[in-house]
Each structure stands twice: as C-alpha cells, then as structure tokens.
C-alpha cells in the first residue's frame, strides 16, 4: 500500500502531461547534377563497339584531355604511364591501375568487336591518401611519364 499513492500520482502526472505534436517539413529538393560530360566529336574514323557474346556494348568515355588514351590498347598506355601497379584479367575485360604520390588512376579496356584487342574504354581518378574522386585530366597530367 505504501507504493501504491506515489504510484497512482505519477501515472496521474503523466496522463496530464501533453506532447507537442511532431513538426513535420519537407525536405528540400536534392540539387540538380552538373553536366560532367562534354561530348567532343572524334577527329578520325573510331571503330564502333559491337555487342560481345551477348554482352551489352561498352560505354566509351569522351571529353576533353583523354586523346591518347581512350580507345589505346594497353602497350600504349604502359608507354605513356610506366608498368602499371595492378594488372587485372577478367574475361576479356582488362584494368590497368597507375599509382603515383598525386593520384591512382584506374583504366579500364574493353573489346570494341569480337576477337579484337582490349581498348581502353573508361578511366577513374581519385587521391592516393583517402580515395576520394579527384580531376581525372590533372592526374593523367600527373603521372604522364
């Protein structure tokens, strides 16, 4: 019985007690992605990709800063960057991974037709310390040989 009046007070108490109704607001709308692609037209005659065993086609990246690497098989590329960090076979898929102070930049190739050589097709850069994505044209500038 001793417990029973402080008890029956404090559920009194919390039967009174009144929350404010939850605010509720919109969030706002996410911001509009930047163009980050500026289509560059070729300036000769580039083999067109055709579907591999039923693969779908590669995408092939363009824009500015990527002639001489693009659409380059990989003895190219390992003149124009040095022996490459990782040398990754998949299939008939190829990356090339150069690796310097300034950056790591990841290349990847692709077959553009059946039974033909691995090209390069796509490139990712990104700071050597934590991964974050970096210019892609500043660090083929930087590791350029």
Known sequence: MRFFAPLLCASLLAACATTPPPVQTQAPPPPARPDTQTQVPPTRALPQPV????????????G???AGIIREEAPVLIRRFGEPRLNVVEGDMRKLQFRGEACVLDIFLY???PD???VATWIEARRASDGAAVDRFACIQALSL
Do not use: C, H, S
């Open 64 to 66: 500015p800063g990527l």
């Open 116 to 118: 033909a050589e691995p």
């Open 111 to 113: 077959p553009l037709r």
């Open 51 to 62: 579907p591999v065993a039923g693969r779908p086609v590669p995408q092939i990246m363009e």
